[in-house]
């Protein structure tokens, strides 16, 4: 019996060759250099706490932060514990159910997309369509992408997935600059550190 299929706000980004990356002053090291790339076409969501909801009740999941007690409020705070999924805000109090879900893992994100049949996007992926402006660049979401500071310096320019190995995965977005990029262990839980989902645009 398949995985019924929660209703994702699924926005599409047509084929593309266009910059990624920056040669502005104020960019870090790992942001450069600007370098024109080619992304084929996709539609990207991010996930809500119901979509989330329809998971963890229909599969019995459990998050890293439940396991382990609780996330992160802020990057460089203490862990809080009861701060998970379900109150992303850590204060006790429900999150909206059409809110972006907050305090997952990389590795739930991963187990979302296996149930799903989506995928997380590439970090190429969510730069096109956060400088289209076809998604939200406020919301920091896990990339697929293992993190390397220069690895794309010398990467592949159609379709660029990052490197195959690595120890810290990808975070896109809430950054200062469209283009800056974060870096965190898999198993880490951050209160506004959400989920985004990717499927090839169907024709």
Known sequence: MENPQPALNWV?????????????SDAADDER???????????????AVDKFTDFTQQTGYRTTAE????GFLRHGG?????????TPLGDGKPGDSQSPVGQVSWFDARAYCHWSGHRLPTEAEWETAARLGSINSAQQVWCEDWYHPDFHRD????????????TERVARGAGVRVTQRF??????????LS?????????
């Open 78 to 86: 203490e862990p809080v514990t009861g701060a998970v999924w379900q």
């Open 12 to 24: 599409h980004v047509e084929t593309i060759r266009h910059s990624i990356g920056s040669d502005d």
């Open 183 to 192: 870096h965190w262990l898999p198993d880490f839980c951050l209160a506004d």
């Open 155 to 166: 990467e592949q320019r159609v379709n660029p997935t990052g490197p195959t190995s690595g």
């Open 67 to 70: 396991d382990e007690g609780g």
């Open 195 to 203: 989920i985004a989902v990717v499927r090839a645009r169907q024709r």
């Open 33 to 47: 250099p600007a370098r024109a790339i080619s992304v084929g076409s996709f539609a990207i969501a991010i996930l």
